[in-house]
């Protein structure tokens, strides 16, 4: 008896139905390769739950850098809605990564992009992708990187390879500030900065941590000030690169984000 054949699950994530078709048509005609294709983030998601389900879990995802994604008269390109199950989703090809990475770490990623992007190409390694490969890239280039990322490669073309550890440099320089400052708050400042962090505003602050809505408005200017920002999204976003999560939520949901944090640059 021949030894079995180890086949791997390629599921193909773009929204661009030809490109979609005919690359899972160019895979699925390789012997070791079981492959489908998804036209949307929602769609694929669908797919990896009904797969999983089945005891079938796909490998590798090749996912569009620009899934979801339009262009606009400016040139400027933007996430639009896609349905899912009848909810709106933005889901763009980095956050599709993010949500894999997150959901069904086992299942590898690999971004397909119709340009070297430096900027982007950093950000889907930081999402959690093993690879940015060029969609006009070889048949045979592609299967490589599939194959190779099965073994925990991590795949890159050269030209891009300077550009990303610029970026990835930088944003750990920025981490690092960011952490730093953060580490500057007291633990009550840290407490009011991730009620901050999850959109509560100074009045549902104070009902959170049993103080006074002045006492509240007190630790906020506080902490805009040791952090260095004049406004309370600059200090959420401040927040986010130094890794600090928002408040877990109260247990009745009276304490929802979606309050009112900022008017003007002012504290509500």
Same mark, same amino acid.
């Given at each position: 008896?021949?030894?079995?054949?180890?086949?791997?699950?390629?599921?193909?994530?773009?929204?661009?139905?030809?490109?979609?078709?005919?690359?899972?048509?160019?895979?699925?005609?390789? #012997?070791?390769?079981?492959?489908?294709?998804?036209?949307?983030?929602?769609?694929?998601?669908?797919?990896?739950?009904?797969?999983?389900?089945?005891? /079938? @879990?796909?490998?590798?995802?090749?996912?569009?850098?620009?899934?979801?994604?339009?262009?606009?008269?400016?040139?400027?390109?933007? #996430?639009?809605?896609?349905?899912?199950?009848?909810?709106?989703? +933005?889901?763009?090809?980095?956050?599709?990564?993010?949500?894999?990475?997150? @959901?069904? #770490?086992?299942?590898?990623?690999?971004?397909?992009?119709?340009?070297?992007?430096?900027?982007?190409?950093?950000?889907?390694?930081?999402?959690?992708?093993?690879?940015?490969?060029?969609?006009?890239?070889?048949?045979? +280039?592609?299967?490589?990187?599939? +194959?190779?990322?099965?073994?925990?490669?991590?795949?890159?073309?050269?030209?891009?390879?300077?550009?990303?550890?610029?970026?990835?440099?930088?944003?750990?320089?920025? +981490?690092?500030?960011?952490?730093?400052?953060?580490?500057?708050?007291? #633990?009550?400042?840290?407490?009011?900065? /991730?009620?901050?962090?999850?959109?509560?505003?100074?009045?549902?602050?104070?009902? /959170?941590?049993?103080?006074?809505?002045?006492?509240?408005?007190?630790h906020m200017q506080n902490v805009l000030g040791k952090l260095g920002v004049h406004s309370t999204l600059a200090a959420v976003a401040l927040a986010r690169r130094a890794?600090? @999560?928002?408040?877990?939520?109260?247990?009745?949901?009276?304490?929802?984000?979606?309050?009112?944090?900022?008017?003007?640059?002012?504290?509500?």
């Amino acid at each position: 008896m021949g030894v079995p054949v180890v086949r791997i699950r390629v599921l193909v994530v773009d929204d661009h139905r030809i490109f979609a078709e005919s690359l899972a048509a160019a895979l699925a005609a390789e #012997p070791d390769v079981d492959v489908a294709a998804a036209g949307s983030g929602p769609a694929a998601l669908r797919c990896l739950e009904r797969a999983a389900a089945e005891g /079938r @879990g796909y490998d590798v995802m090749l996912i569009d850098a620009e899934l979801g994604i339009l262009g606009t008269a400016g040139g400027r390109r933007a #996430p639009v809605p896609v349905s899912a199950d009848g909810e709106s989703a +933005r889901v763009d090809g980095i956050s599709l990564v993010a949500g894999v990475r997150s @959901g069904r #770490p086992s299942v590898r990623t690999v971004v397909l992009a119709e340009k070297d992007d430096p900027v982007r190409a950093a950000l889907a390694l930081q999402a959690g992708a093993s690879g940015w490969v060029a969609k006009d890239c070889s048949l045979q +280039r592609l299967l490589t990187v599939i +194959r190779g990322v099965l073994r925990d490669e991590t795949h890159l073309p050269p030209a891009l390879l300077t550009g990303v550890l610029r970026e990835l440099t930088a944003a750990r320089k920025h +981490r690092s500030e960011s952490e730093q400052l953060v580490e500057s708050l007291t #633990p009550r400042e840290r407490e009011v900065l /991730r009620c901050m962090v999850a959109g509560l505003g100074r009045k549902a602050v104070a009902e /959170r941590l049993f103080l006074s809505p002045h006492t509240v408005r007190t630790h906020m200017q506080n902490v805009l000030g040791k952090l260095g920002v004049h406004s309370t999204l600059a200090a959420v976003a401040l927040a986010r690169r130094a890794g600090v @999560g928002p408040a877990d939520p109260v247990p009745d949901g009276s304490l929802l984000a979606g309050n009112v944090v900022e008017r003007g640059g002012q504290l509500a």
